[in-house]
């Protein structure tokens, strides 16, 4: 089975709301994460990464949070826009290996 | 500043042709990889490759073939198509582990 997996498959937010996408990864090795957006009949997009020495980063509109203890990964989009409607990506890599473990995705749709 | 360039963008192809699915990309990246993505899923590593002259398996490369003769280069090659090979193919650069993957934006194949 995949060891990267998010809670939900399809989220829907109001334009102008935050809003919150998590991610539970199953292998407490694994030291680097990053998410992905991905919109239809594009390839992923790089959004935002973290490495497991820090709780927290910030970027544009975007936060990833990363909780060890319970293996939880989760990223914030303020002021959701309806350019952000598209389907994320959690991944994980574990040290010393070259490749990502993607997730399945969460849909996430902006209401106007 | 094209970053990875994937072609064709689609194609449909009949059990048992091959054919070549290429990908370049102009970051200088020793790192690339094929994945494949399936309705509503993931994406799944097909090969890899840390360098010119050096490839490896990923989790599903039965029926695929890879060369990396270049930098720059790493064509993914489907020698006897089969309907479960249909799919989303996306090829990734990166500079090196545990950084962002840069993705092309795919090439859609239908295998009938």
Request: net charge neutral; aromatic share 10%; glycine share 10%.
């Amino acid at each position: 089975g995949e060891s990267v997996g998010l809670h939900l498959p399809t989220l829907s937010v109001q334009e102008g709301d935050n809003s919150i996408i998590n991610c539970a990864y199953s292998n407490s090795a694994s030291d680097y994460f990053i998410w992905y957006k991905q919109e239809s009949g594009k390839g992923p997009q790089f959004i935002i990464d973290i490495r497991s020495n820090m709780d927290k980063r910030q970027g544009q509109r975007v936060t990833v949070l990363l909780n060890k203890t319970v293996k939880h990964l989760s990223l914030q989009i303020a002021a959701t826009q309806p350019g952000d409607s598209a389907v994320y990506f959690c991944a994980e890599n574990l040290p010393g290996d070259y490749k990502l473990s993607f997730g399945a995705g969460t849909t996430v749709t902006v209401r106007a | 500043n094209a970053g990875v360039t994937q072609t064709p963008k689609f194609r449909i192809l009949k059990i048992g042709q091959s054919m070549t699915l290429q990908c370049t990309q102009d970051m200088n990246h020793n790192y690339m990889y094929w994945y494949r993505q399936d309705p509503g899923m993931g994406l799944k590593l097909i090969y890899y490759s840390v360098g010119a002259g050096i490839t490896d398996k990923g989790e599903v490369p039965n029926g695929y073939n890879v060369s990396r003769s270049t930098t720059e280069d790493f064509p993914l090659r489907l020698e006897l198509a089969a309907p479960s090979q249909t799919s989303v193919y996306f090829c990734a650069s990166s500079y090196g582990q545990s950084k962002p993957q840069h993705f092309g934006d795919g090439t859609r194949l239908s295998i009938l």
